[in-house]
């Protein structure tokens, strides 16, 4: 590397993020469905030869805001469950933090509007951060119930049922807060726990 490139990788993940940054701004002001690789290059005052330097496509940009959400939801539902032991009460804590996070995003609550939902959820269910964060969560509260050393395979298809019960809350919303818990309580908290 010539001593003149040593910044490169900075400057890379720079424009990355503002890649990222642009494409969320216009998410929340077009949908999720109408921003494409021509108007986000406009938006971020670039050539589409650059943008696609970053990114080969659409979807490729559509997964790395993804992964940068997930990550960012890792953290808030770690800071909101790290307080109570019960592994109910963490599940449900859990699961309410990603949904009101989501719903209180005007860039993620875009994903979930009617035209993109279909879309948005398969990319929540093939998204490696949400399953590492879906996936360490359930090892750890299985645990604290009992459950060592979980079958990878159970934990996998338990973790993409609950990805599904979330998203299934974001598109198709309960009455209100309290029926959403309800619901979780009864329903989601057995599965998720039981044998």
């Known amino acids: 590397m010539r001593t003149a490139d040593w910044l490169a990788p900075d400057r890379a993940e720079l424009g990355t993020q503002r890649i990222l ?49 997930a990550a960012q939801m890792g953290v808030a539902i770690a800071g909101a469950t790290g307080a109570t032991t019960d ?33 948005s959820s398969n ?31 159970d934990l996998r298809e338990r973790g993409r049922w609950l990805v599904r019960v979330i998203v299934s809350l974001l598109t198709s919303p309960g009455e209100n807060p309290d029926d959403e818990r309800a619901m979780l309580e009864r329903f989601v908290v057995p599965v998720i726990l039981g044998p």
């Open 123 to 153: 990319l929540a269910l093939l998204s490696p951060a949400i399953e590492e964060i879906v996936h360490g969560f359930l090892a750890d509260i299985r645990a604290d119930v009992g459950v060592r050393d979980p079958d990878p395979a």
């Open 87 to 119: 592994p109910g009460t963490r599940l449900i804590s859990a699961v309410t933090t990603a949904v009101e996070a989501v719903r209180a995003n005007p860039a993620l609550s875009a994903w979930f509007a009617a035209d993109t939902a279909g879309a």
């Open 21 to 69: 940054d642009v494409a969320e701004r216009l998410f929340v002001e077009h949908g999720v469905a109408a921003v494409t690789m021509r108007s986000l290059a406009t938006a971020v005052g670039c050539s589409r030869a650059t943008l696609y330097r970053h990114f080969p496509g659409k979807s490729e940009v559509l997964a790395a805001y993804v992964e940068r959400a």
